[in-house]
């Protein structure tokens, strides 16, 4: 597997590799089996970012162990597949099927029709993007954010589907809402959605 590896200040390493495949097995086979002296990992779409202890190991010990132990070319992560349902009643549904020229409910059919792993998470505690959106449903975000998005809301933006964790503002698209608690500090994990994991979405009666 072609990784490109960068030092990243003064403790950490940047792994840019081809595509979100190879950065969640790299993630998983990191977490697995952690080099002397990582500190932390933290995965993105393409890229995984090793935090080291400089006290514990160096950017060229670390370099040549990635090096070594890369996952092979077509590797998938092992990862369990969270059901999200789903009620198809958002706000920008009809506006997705102008963008896209399809019927609402051919957009509801696509949407379900995806296979999706989650990423990473950013933007807030919580929120997945979600990739593995079908392409004919990949739209711009809105020109305009709302100022208030409800939490559980389902949307989509470029190539990426997300739920919104909690109620904040939001440009993305919306296609519905689910009552899945995506961040509950409760739980032992309190994002129910990390990078790796699988999505499957389910559709329910508004």
Request: with cysteine; net charge neutral; glycine share 10%.
């Amino acid at each position: 597997m072609h990784a490109d590896i960068r030092r990243f200040g003064s403790s950490a390493a940047l792994v840019e590799l081809p595509d979100s495949e190879a950065a969640h097995a790299l993630h998983a086979l990191l977490t697995a089996q952690p080099p002397a002296g990582v500190l932390e990992l933290v995965p993105a779409a393409r890229t995984v970012l090793v935090r080291y202890d400089p006290r514990a190991t160096n950017f060229s010990t670390l370099r040549d162990h990635l090096d070594r132990h890369a996952p092979p070319p077509g590797m998938r992560a092992p990862a369990s597949t969270i059901e999200v349902p789903v009620r198809y009643n958002g706000p920008d549904l009809g506006e997705v099927a102008e963008l896209t020229g399809l019927a609402a409910a051919e957009v509801v059919r696509r949407h379900l029709g995806g296979e999706y792993t989650v990423s990473f998470c950013g933007f807030a505690p919580g929120f997945a993007y979600v990739t593995g959106l079908d392409p004919a449903l990949r739209v711009p975000r809105r020109e305009t954010a709302r100022t208030r998005v409800p939490a559980g809301a389902v949307a989509i933006a470029d190539e990426f589907v997300g739920i919104y964790p909690r109620s904040s503002p939001g440009g993305w698209r919306l296609l519905g809402q689910t009552d899945l608690v995506l961040w509950d500090t409760g739980r032992a994990r309190p994002g129910l959605l990390t990078a790796g994991t699988r999505v499957r979405f389910r559709e329910v009666a508004a």
